[in-house]
């Protein structure tokens, strides 16, 4: 009895050293929060979380051309593997979160997420991707909350390229005051974190360089009948109605807006949001005059004119469709380029581990790097946009608007 | 006198008529602060009257709809708001090739008239449709039945139509004769507003005549009273629901017509909120009644419009107009509770129900 016991454990012993013997062949994965493992033949797996229906559709799809010129750019490889490009639609809204953010944070296989489009629909995905190790980078979200030191909706792994709204809030502040020279002001908006944050930044500013808010009023994003909202806000007769939300509500503002007894010679200025051909095309005549904030492309650096905007044409027919494709494109390569330098075991195509930790502190270390949309570095929380925030004015008909303010 | 009435009244009742007298006393309390507040001028009280009224109408016609074919088939149809999309949403192609070709503007009355009649045209095609697709086969069907075949049918079309033309808005161009406003004495009102209610009135009194005035109109409310009486008295049931459906169909296309007109945009979902506001109109001024829809979508309209200003600002409710919508569907909740045959409604017998 006692041999047999002997023999039992002899062999379970054997086996054991066996097997750890077989690992110390292989890579370990010494990360603290995990490893994606790639074996060799196998992509690298980048997702996107982008809205690519409905009426804010232009805003994503052109982030999501973006990073895919980046990837096009690399010849489609990384490391010798092939680049894994697909994901889900944020349908710009806290549910459209919701669901894109449970599909992705149940596949193992995505090393990194470019996205949401939307804060909206970042703020409930963020907690699941974060809780699932992802490296989430997103080119398009501007709430301010979202890399706040300490606040409940800053969570780790998250950063993001595009400028954050306390700048372009401000910035619209300062060009309402200063440009325009405005001092009666109202703001709208829809519900969503980007637009609240981004009227409440107006509000603060404005106030602070001396003028008066007369209504800080809301609408919600498929509303179509204004009337209501307008008349109110008519009421306190400002001189300039700032209403940083989408398209399809923005474009029934700018309508109405035009209509609405007292408000019809009233500026109107919109934010990156409403920078989409769409709104061109659904106020028709009434676009005239509108202004939108947006980060500026011709302070991009040289390569945007000579490299991207031709490859964007090759490869979509179009000019951009909105404005955050050369950040998509700026997260992208900081994403490869950090998978590239943290990935352990073969780098020419064989089997090789990326480390989920290493990669973020690789992300957040980004220091100088030279992209498109200028010289990013990112902080501890996130923030690694280089933000040079313009006003753009529409005219009938022509998109893109054209810039106007700083001059320079 | 005063122990039946204690027998009848239970307490359930007397919580609901405390919530119903709370919100009775909030609307006047929040009124007059507003008016003592004196934010808004005259001429603004009556922009958001007319723009109310515009709104109401558009609603009333949608609610006939739903209101005929209640009035006839005892069921509710919820495809009804895609009929209501359809038309516009194909017509928006006809109006951009006409300004395409600048015809649009060079003859704008014809213009408007073709729309309108390939709406309508559309819109009751559908509705026929889908009557005799949908709805015929299951008559005879327990009632719930029809029910979760309109709503069926509802996602069907949405889905259809967004197939057929896409996930983007498309938008009309704008008549340049719509442009401006008509002075009527002090008050500027704005042309597009003037024609969509001018119309809306005239498309229900042309309708109301049809029910009231004509032979097709007397078939249509005996088989509405009993259905197998009028069949024994040589009445063509099937013909009167077809037509029934095609008048609810038409009033749908020139409402959707009317809609686009004042917001430009429309898209495959562009349905849904204008039709449960009808819906709402209709149950407020009595379901199965024609001139209840009337008075229901225009109740609706001015409620929503001047509501959120009127008495939730008073209240001190910030941003007070994002709560229309939510104002709309109270006043259903309560209809519901108190008055559940609307205000012109007779009441459901037993039979019917």
Not at chain 1, 103 to 126: E, F, H, N, Q, Y
Not at chain 2, 105 to 118: A, G, Q
Not at chain 2, 163 to 190: A, S
Not at chain 2, 264 to 283: C, E, S
Request: with cysteine.
């Amino acid at each position: 009895m006692s041999k047999k016991l002997f023999v039992s454990l002899f062999v379970l012993l054997l086996g054991g050293m066996l097997l750890v013997a077989c690992a110390g062949q292989t890579l370990e994965c010494t990360d603290s929060i995990g490893c994606v493992e790639v074996k060799a033949g196998d992509p690298v797996h980048i997702a996107y979380a982008m809205v690519i229906s409905g009426p804010d559709a232009t805003l994503g799809t052109d982030s999501r051309n973006g990073a895919e010129i980046a990837v096009f750019d690399k010849g489609g490889k990384v490391l010798g593997h092939d680049i894994k490009w697909d994901g889900e639609d944020d349908q710009c809204s806290a549910e459209g979160g919701q669901a894109a953010g449970t599909k992705l944070a149940a596949d193992p296989t995505i090393v990194a997420v470019i996205g949401t489009s939307c804060s909206s629909a970042l703020r409930v995905a963020m907690p699941l991707w974060s809780s699932a190790g992802f490296t989430v980078i997103s080119a398009s979200n501007t709430a301010v909350d979202l890399t706040l030191a300490g606040n409940e909706n800053n969570h780790p792994g998250y950063l993001r390229t595009a400028h954050s709204d306390s700048v372009q809030g401000a910035a619209a502040a300062k060009f309402a005051w200063e440009k325009l020279g405005v001092k009666k002001a109202a703001t709208i908006h829809d519900g969503s974190i980007y637009a609240e944050q981004l009227q409440q930044v107006f509000a603060d500013t404005f106030t602070e360089l001396g003028g008066e808010i007369t209504a800080q009023e809301a609408v919600s994003p498929d509303q179509t009948d204004m009337s209501g909202v307008l008349t109110s806000i008519a009421s306190g007769a400002p001189e300039l109605i700032y209403h940083p939300i989408f398209v399809q509500a923005g474009v029934q503002l700018i309508l109405q807006g035009r209509q609405t007894p007292g408000l019809e010679n009233v500026y109107q200025m919109g934010a990156d949001g409403m920078f989409s051909p769409d709104v061109m095309d659904g106020a028709g005549e009434a676009v005239e005059g509108v202004f939108v904030s947006s980060p500026d492309t011709s302070k991009f650096g040289p390569d945007y004119e000579a490299n991207f905007l031709p490859a964007y044409m090759a490869k979509f027919g179009s000019e951009p469709i909105s404005i955050f494709h050369a950040h998509a494109y700026d997260a992208m390569n900081m994403v490869l380029g950090c998978i590239e330098k943290v990935a352990q075991g073969d780098k020419e195509g064989g089997d090789m581990l990326i480390g989920r930790q290493a990669l973020r502190d690789c992300m957040y270390a980004t220091k100088d790097f030279t992209g498109l949309t200028g010289n990013l570095s990112c902080t501890p929380t996130g923030d690694c946009a280089d933000p040079k925030i313009a006003v753009y004015e529409y005219n009938t008909g022509q998109f893109p608007p054209t810039k106007i303010w700083p001059e320079d | 006198m005063l122990k039946r009435w204690r027998q009848t009244v239970t307490a359930t009742d007397l919580v609901v008529w405390a919530i119903g007298l709370a919100i009775g006393v909030g609307v006047i309390y929040g009124s007059i602060q507003t008016i003592r507040a004196g934010q808004y001028t005259a001429e603004q009280w009556i922009n958001l009257t007319i723009d109310g009224l515009k709104l109401g109408e558009i609603y009333a016609l949608i609610a006939l709809g739903y209101t005929l074919v209640y009035g006839i088939m005892r069921m509710i149809n919820f495809a009804h708001s895609e009929i209501f999309m359809s038309g516009p949403f194909t017509a928006v192609f006809l109006a951009k090739y006409l300004n395409s070709i600048g015809f649009y503007n060079t003859y704008p009355i014809i213009s408007l008239l073709l729309i309108t009649l390939l709406s309508a045209a559309v819109s009751a095609t559908l509705a026929i449709l889908l009557e005799r697709i949908a709805y015929r086969p299951l008559r005879f069907a327990p009632r719930l039945v029809p029910l979760i075949t309109a709503i069926g049918a509802s996602f069907f079309l949405q889905y259809t139509f967004r197939g057929m033309y896409g996930n983007d808005p498309e938008t009309y161009p704008t008549f340049d004769f719509l442009k401006g406003v008509f002075q009527i004495g002090p008050i500027p009102v704005p042309k597009t507003d003037a024609l969509v209610i001018v119309a809306a009135v005239v498309m229900m009194l042309v309708l109301y005549g049809i029910v009231q005035y004509t032979k097709i109109g007397k078939a249509m409310r005996s088989v509405s009273e009993d259905k197998e009486t009028a069949a024994l008295m040589g009445i063509n049931v099937d013909r009167v629901i077809v037509f029934t459906f095609t008048l609810g169909g038409i009033s749908a296309g020139v409402a959707g017509i009317l809609y686009s007109l004042i917001f430009h945009q429309v898209n495959f979902y562009m349905g849904f909120i204008p039709g449960l506001k009808a819906f709402t109109a209709a149950v407020l001024g009595g379901i199965g009644n024609v001139v209840g829809a009337w008075l229901g979508g225009t109740l609706l309209g001015l409620l929503e419009s001047l509501g959120p200003n009127l008495f939730l600002s008073g209240l001190g409710i910030p941003a007070a107009n994002q709560l229309k919508d939510a104002i709309a569907f109270t006043i259903l909740v309560f209809i519901l509770i108190f008055r559940p045959q609307g205000l012109l409604g007779e009441r459901i017998s037993k039979e019917k129900v």
